[in-house]
T-cell receptor
Framework: AQSVTQLGSHVSVSEGALVLLRCNYS??????LFWYVQYPNQGLQLLLK??????LVKGINGFEAEFKKSETSFHLTKPSAHMSDAAEYFC?????????????FGTGTRLQVTL | DTGVSQDPRHKITKRGQNVTFRCDPI?????LYWYRQTLGQGPEFLTY????????KSRLLSDRFSAERPKGSFSTLEIQRTEQGDSAMYLC???????????????FGPGTRLLVL
C-alpha cells in the first residue's frame, strides 16, 4: 500500500519569499508522484508530476519539485511567492503497477502569503 | 476542451433522502474516477470506470452508494438514505489512457459539495 505525509498543515510566507512544501511518500513499488493545488470551493488543478526520468520536475506557475528516492521525498518549491499562490496544496502518489492510477493524497498544506 | 463539469455544485438534503450527482468528463476521456473529500482532508478514492465498466470500488463505498457510467461518457453517483457522515465534497476526475501509462493525468472537476442535515 502507498501513503503520503505532508509535514505542516499550514505554511505562511511573505510575498517574494521562498515557498517550500514538504511531502514524503511510502510505496512498495516505484511511485508516480503529483502535486495538485486547490483554490477555495474549486476542484484540484495539476501543478506537476513525476513519472520516470529527470528527478527535477518543473510545473506551472513557477513551481518545481524534486524526486529524491533515498529520502522518499517530493518537496514542492517556488523561489518567490506571490499573493495568488495562497491555496491548499496536495501531494499524491499512484502506484506504477499497470492498474488504474487511483491517487492517494496527503492531508494537504494550506499556504498563506502575506505582504 | 471544456474540462470536467459536475452538477450540482452544492446540495443540501435531509438525513434519509436520496441524492444523485452527475459528472461530465473531458470529451473522449476513457477513465472516470470518483473521490470524496471531507473537511481538512485530502481526497479519498471511491471508484473508477474504464469506459462503461466499473472496475474497482473502495471500501469507503458502502451499499448505499452506487455509481454508473452507462454509455462510457457521463457518470452518476447516487447516495441512498443519506447520513450526516456523508457530508463532503464529491470530486470527479477523468483521464485518457492509451498505450503509455505514465502519460495518464487525472483532470478534476469543481466538485459537488453535499451537506446532510
Amino acid at each position: 500500500a502507498q501513503s503520503v505525509t505532508q509535514l505542516g498543515s499550514h505554511v505562511s510566507v511573505s510575498e517574494g519569499a521562498l515557498v517550500l512544501l514538504r511531502c514524503n511518500y511510502s510505496s512498495s513499488v516505484p511511485p508516480y508522484l503529483f502535486w495538485y493545488v486547490q483554490y477555495p470551493n474549486q476542484g484540484l488543478q495539476l501543478l506537476l508530476k513525476y513519472t520516470t526520468g529527470a528527478t527535477l520536475v518543473k510545473g506551472i506557475n513557477g513551481f518545481e519539485a524534486e524526486f529524491k528516492k533515498s529520502e522518499t521525498s517530493f518537496h514542492l518549491t517556488k523561489p518567490s511567492a506571490h499573493m495568488s499562490d495562497a491555496a491548499e496544496y496536495f501531494c499524491a502518489v499512484s502506484l506504477n503497477t499497470g492498474t488504474a492510477s487511483k491517487l492517494t493524497f496527503g492531508t494537504g498544506t494550506r499556504l498563506q502569503v502575506t505582504l | 476542451d471544456t474540462g470536467v463539469s459536475q452538477d450540482p455544485r452544492h446540495k443540501i438534503t435531509k438525513r434519509g433522502q436520496n441524492v444523485t450527482f452527475r459528472c461530465d468528463p473531458i470529451s473522449e476521456h476513457n477513465r472516470l474516477y470518483w473521490y470524496r473529500q471531507t473537511l481538512g482532508q485530502g481526497p479519498e478514492f471511491l471508484t473508477y470506470f474504464q469506459n462503461e465498466a466499473q472496475l474497482e470500488k473502495s471500501r469507503l463505498l458502502s451499499d448505499r452508494f452506487s455509481a454508473e457510467r452507462p454509455k462510457g461518457s457521463f457518470s452518476t453517483l447516487e447516495i441512498q438514505r443519506t447520513e450526516q457522515g456523508d457530508s463532503a465534497m464529491y470530486l470527479c476526475a477523468s483521464s485518457l489512457v492509451g498505450g503509455v501509462r505514465e502519460q495518464e493525468t487525472q483532470y478534476f472537476g469543481p466538485g459537488t459539495r453535499l451537506l446532510v442535515l
